[in-house]
């Protein structure tokens, strides 16, 4: 598989937030697997924590034990982060999807996810 590239040629960086670490290390193997360059946290703090000017993508869960994806999201927004946002969800609904959407996350994905849509979403 090839290297998903920025246009600046480099590796895009994806920032990855699951706190099923079974389901998270499968989307990181996946990720890397189609040449993203993928950190991953298990919650909101700890992906709170550090700079997230590297990312030029996130993939968040929407419920965390620690918060959910867009309050992440708007934190993120409000540091003045840029990127690129997708919402997973097990819990789908329309309130969720327009709240999203309204937050600045791309189409929402649904659990359980199969892996060409998360691979899809990015492209």
Do not use: N
Not at 37 to 55: L, T, W, Y
Not at 74 to 85: F, K, L, T
Not at 111 to 121: C, E, G, N, T
């Amino acid at each position: 598989m090839g290297q998903a590239l920025g246009s600046d040629g480099a590796a895009l960086q994806l920032m990855l937030i699951e706190d099923d670490e079974e389901v998270r290390r499968s989307f990181q193997l996946l990720l890397q697997g189609h040449g993203y360059e993928v950190r991953a946290f298990a919650g909101a703090r700890s992906a709170m924590a550090g700079d997230h000017s590297p990312f030029d993508v996130m993939i968040c869960d929407y419920r965390l034990p620690d918060g959910d994806g867009l309050s992440v999201l708007r934190a993120m927004r409000e540091g003045g982060w840029q990127g690129r946002a997708i919402p997973m969800t097990g819990f789908p609904d329309a309130r969720l999807r327009d709240e999203a959407r309204a937050c600045g996350f791309e189409a929402v994905l649904e659990k359980p996810l199969r892996a060409r849509d998360l691979v899809s979403a990015l492209g």
